[in-house]
Structure formats: C-alpha cells, structure tokens
C-alpha cells in the first residue's frame, strides 16, 4: 500500500471517529406523527442556523405510472407552480423569493417532493402555500399547454440528446418494461405530448392527498409553532378519492445483449444485474452489498481504478450504479470506457474478472476497514446541510421505510465482517446472469 494511500485512510479514519455517532443520529432530534387526516409529519431540529427546509413529499412517482401515462407525475410537479385559485402562476415562488428564500421541486421514480428553504420567521407562509396547493391547484389548459412544451424540451436536452441517458433508458426498459423503475421519469415523448387536463386533475385528486403526503422540516425553529402551524393549515384537508390503482404491463422479455449507437467518441459498456427490492429483513446483506461496491468503485484506491485504469490499463473510467433502498425490482450496473484499442469484449471479461470467485475471495480486511471509514466520513460531510437531513428522510419515508433505518445503517455497517462482504459479491454479481449493453460510436 502506498505512503499516499496510507495517509487517506488515516485522515478518513481519523475523521470519522472525531465525529461523533451522535451526530449523525436522527433519534436525538427528530420527531413524528400524524394528524387524523393522515398527514404524517416529521419535524428535525437542528440549531446551527437560522435556515429551515419546509418540505411536503408525494408518495407518486414514475414507477407509479402506466404505459401511455408515462412521465404524468413530473408533468403535474411543474403545473404545481401555475397557479392556484388563491395565487396565480409562478406566484408561489414569487412569494418564496420575497422573503429572501428559494424553493424548488422534484420528481423521482418514487416520490414527488417540493420545498422552501427560509429564515425560521417565514416558516407558516411556507406551509400556508404548500397547504394551499394540496388542495386548490388550478390547472389552465394554456398554462398545461406551454409547460409540456417545456418538459419535451427537457426530455430533448436531457435524454434524447444525451446518449448515455438514453442509453440508461434503454437498459431500464429492457430489464423491466414499463413497468416501476422500468417507466422513465421524463416520460416517453408520446406521453408527454398527449398527456390532458383531465389526466392531470385525475392524478392530483388521486395522489395529492394528506394520507399520501408526508411533511418533513429540517433546521433550527420553534417545535410548538411548528406544530401549530402545520395543525391550522393541513388538518381541515379531507382525503376524497381512492389512490390510483396502476395496472402493470408485464408483456415483456429482456434481452441479454443489444447496443445502442450514438454520436460519442469511445464507447461505453453496461453489465447490469438484478436485484430485488429493498425489504427489512435483509438489511444486513444489503448494508454488506453497499461496502463490497465501495471497495470495488468507492474512489481512488478502488479495485476497478487500481486494477483496470491503472495497472492493466484497460479502462479510461469505471463507476458502478446502485441504489440501497429501492421500492421494486432494480439494477446494479457496473461499466465504463475501454482504453484504446481494448475491445468491448476484452473489457467485459477483465471486468468480470474483478467480480470472480478468486478476485472477490482476495478482498482483505483492511480493505474492508477503509471502505466503511469512507462511507461514514462521506455521510458526516453529508450532515452539514439540513436541506440533506430532509432528504434522506423523505427518500426512505415515501417507500414505506422507517427514518430509523438511517440510524441503523451505521451501527450494522460497522458490525459487518469479510466473510459477508465476500458471500453478498458472490450472490449479486458472480452468480447473477448479466445483462450486458454496448454503447458504441454511430459508423
């Protein structure tokens, strides 16, 4: 091991223990409920500025849709900001910007959120607005015009002018169809243009309702007005119509290989495999995954850049895509950009290779050691902002897992041994069948 090498791991190591683990608990400061209307609500505490993030999240997103709806649900966030029968369009965020805030929104494959970052003072008529869009959206049929012309064009930019978005797409929808994480949150573009005002309405009054939203404030204010606040605005709302039920479309077959040709200069190579959806009882094994791939493609000193960039000279760049707390079935998908003249074929055996019985039986513990000092160190840094704290809760809170599995996310990471960080490598990738996409310069 390097003397530079050395050194990182002590500074991570070393930071990571300065820091204490309350620090990066939410037990301490964090607390929830629900009105009788359903709203649940999560209030964080943190004293270090004067800022807080009122945010309201959606359980909606892409993986919600069905195929000819595709993309719906990002739509709706941008008409949230077109007015409604109290304010009208971009009044919300005129509102915001006059109290020296900024708000903004997002859509994910699982959730919509939106939110305000204010000075503590300002925080009722943040909750006052969002209360207000819950329930009296006005949706204007020019208004819904011009904004799917704005979304078509971010579907443009985003996507379909970017290949190795497009390529992402491609190999979402191979592995699932238009189905849950198989849907792109952008949606397809024929989607978007024939997307109605009688779809949108019918997607509002479905999701948009207080036993689908949760409420979550981050940062330094008063708990006890915030309670009042939250109870005067959001306890009035009556939950209307049933949620939607989607009805999925499962006529589709995955292929085990295709490319896809594009304007890029070198190509790039996608292995995916499959991996079930996140559930409680094998958190274990899936904290154990998140340190195999940190120890495979967590930095520098990573297996796939010592091996494969710097010594065998076979890659220019390497990354792995993985997400721990998928909602349905998802990918892990490790790839990169051969060097040279290295041939798609030949860097998908060497990469392969990394994740054989011999490679991943070779993973030492100091290896280990270093891959969760880093994983710590990186979410200390993380912790700093509260608008993250907010995050983190919401993305977990919208699946239907519990804010207390950030606590335990750490605790467990540290108790995890080689001999599981070797048994998941095996179970997730060396024993799982590749779905293999080559994106390749047009001829």
């Given amino acids: 091991m390097s003397r530079i090498y050395q050194i990182t791991i002590f500074l991570v190591v070393l930071f990571a223990t300065f820091i204490t683990d309350a620090s990066i608990k939410f037990s301490e400061r964090l607390e929830e409920y629900s009105l009788e209307n359903g709203l649940k609500v999560i209030l964080i505490e943190d004293r270090r500025s004067p800022a807080v ?24 966030e941008h008409m949230m900001f ?25 859509t994910s494959k699982d959730y919509t959120g939106y939110y305000q970052k204010v000075h503590q003072e300002d925080l009722e008529k943040c909750i006052e607005l969002e209360s207000d869009r819950m329930i009296n959206l006005k949706l204007d049929e020019k208004q819904i015009e011009k904004e799917i012309n704005v979304v078509k064009e971010e579907r443009r930019l985003r996507t379909d002018d970017n290949p190795v978005s497009k390529t992402f797409e491609k190999i979402m929808i191979n592995a699932f169809g ?18 109605t005002k009688k779809d949108l309405q019918s997607w509002y009054d479905s999701y948009y309702q207080p036993r689908n939203a949760i409420v ?19 306890s009035s709302i009556k939950n209307d119509k049933p949620l939607n039920l989607k009805k999925p479309d499962f006529n589709y077959t995955s292929r085990s290989f295709f490319e896809v040709q594009e304007d890029i200069s070198k190509p790039i190579v996608f292995i995916s495999f499959k991996k079930p959806k996140y559930s409680d009882e094998k958190h274990r094994e899936l904290y154990a995954l998140d340190l195999f791939i940190e120890i495979m493609d967590g930095g520098y000193s990573s297996r796939l ?7 065998k000279k076979i890659a220019l760049d390497t990354f792995i895509s993985n997400d721990t707390y998928n909602q349905h079935d998802s990918l892990i998908i490790i790839g990169g950009t051969p060097r040279g003249r290295v ?12 994740f054989s019985s011999v490679s991943i039986d070779s993973i030492s513990q100091e290896e280990l050691d270093s891959a969760k000092a880093r994983v710590k160190s990186n979410s200390v840094f993380k912790f700093d902002s509260v608008f993250y704290q907010a995050m983190q809760v919401g993305m977990l809170e919208t699946k239907n897992i519990s804010w207390e599995t950030l606590d335990r996310y750490y605790t467990v990471s540290e108790s995890i041994t080689l001999d599981e960080i070797k048994s998941v490598g095996k179970s997730y990738i060396l024993n799982n069948k590749p779905l293999v996409t080559v994106l390749r310069p047009k001829q």
């Fill in 305 to 311: 850049t010592e091996n494969l960039v710097n010594s």
């Fill in 343 to 354: 041939s798609s074929d030949e860097f998908i055996t060497h990469v392969l290779d990394e």
């Fill in 216 to 234: 979550i404030i981050a940062g330094n204010f008063d708990k006890s007005k915030a309670k009042k606040y939250i109870d005067k605005h959001y």
């Fill in 53 to 76: 993030i009122n945010s309201i999240w959606y359980r909606v997103g892409s993986s919600n849709e069905v195929k000819g709806k595709t993309g719906i649900s990002h739509i709706l």
């Fill in 178 to 195: 238009m189905n849950n994480y198989g849907i792109p949150i952008i949606g397809t573009m024929e989607d978007i243009e024939n997307t």
């Fill in 82 to 106: 077109k007015g409604t029968k109290k304010l009208g369009p971009g009044e919300f965020s005129s509102r915001v910007k006059e109290m020296g805030g900024t708000d903004n929104a997002f």
